[in-house]
């Protein structure tokens, strides 16, 4: 696609559920990050893709949170057992890899609250 | 540990009133700084990568400059337009990350 692309774009969920945020990279990119953006706050790292080696995962902020990317394209960011504290803007970008030299581009992010 | 601020938090502007926007660093390997913009509701919007001390980049009414330590974004004229928060974040070489500062928000007013 012509973007970094995400859904849902907004979510509402109860808290102790499991939510799934779904992000698809621009076509060709091989490093997909997530970040999290609270009311307030500067973006926070979560987790890195980069093509087929090990994620860096050291972002992440409880076990209750996961990621994995398929096929070296689409990733998916799973929150289990949601709390009120996880309510913020999961944003997702790609880069053509992790060379300094790439520019890294942003999706329009995924709002969650969690009730 | 790798930081970054930016100043001020906020900043306000009548239409045409010319200024700067602070980002102070301190990131290990670093290899590059990038600026974004960011509209409410939005994702952060890519405007420039600065990747050495002295190097300067324009666009329209912005114009990025990058020090050791600094880096400004400048807004000559701004209109109610520009009005949005801006972000910088300084990529280590390092960690492969952006590390991003709070952003400052910025409104013209008409």
Not at chain 1, 91 to 110: H, M, P
């Amino acid at each position: 696609g012509a973007g970094v692309s995400q859904s849902p774009s907004n979510k509402v969920t109860e808290k102790g559920k499991d939510v799934e945020l779904r992000c698809d990279p621009i076509s060709g990119h091989t490093a997909l990050y997530w970040y999290r953006q609270s009311l307030g706050q500067g973006l926070e790292f979560l987790i890195y893709f980069q093509g087929n080696s090990a994620p860096d995962k050291s972002g992440l902020p409880s076990d209750r949170f996961s990621a994995e990317r398929t096929g070296g394209s689409v990733s998916t960011l799973t929150i289990q057992r949601t709390q009120q504290e996880d309510s913020a803007v999961y944003l997702c970008a790609s880069s053509r890899d992790r060379a300094a030299g790439n520019t890294i581009y942003f999706g329009e992010g995924s709002w969650l609250t969690v009730v | 540990e790798d930081q970054v601020t930016q100043s001020p938090e906020a900043l306000r502007l009548q239409e045409g009133e010319s200024s700067s926007l602070n980002c102070s660093y301190t990131v290990s390997g670093l290899r590059g700084l990038f600026w974004y913009r960011q509209d409410p509701g939005k994702g952060p919007e890519f405007l420039f990568t600065l990747y050495s001390a002295g190097e300067e980049k324009e666009k329209e009414r912005l114009k990025a400059t990058l020090t050791k330590k600094e880096s400004f974004l400048h807004i000559t004229a701004p209109k109610p337009e520009d009005s949005a928060t801006y972000l910088c974040a300084p990529f280590s070489g390092n960690t492969g990350k952006l590390i991003f500062g709070q952003g400052t928000t910025l409104q013209v007013k008409p």
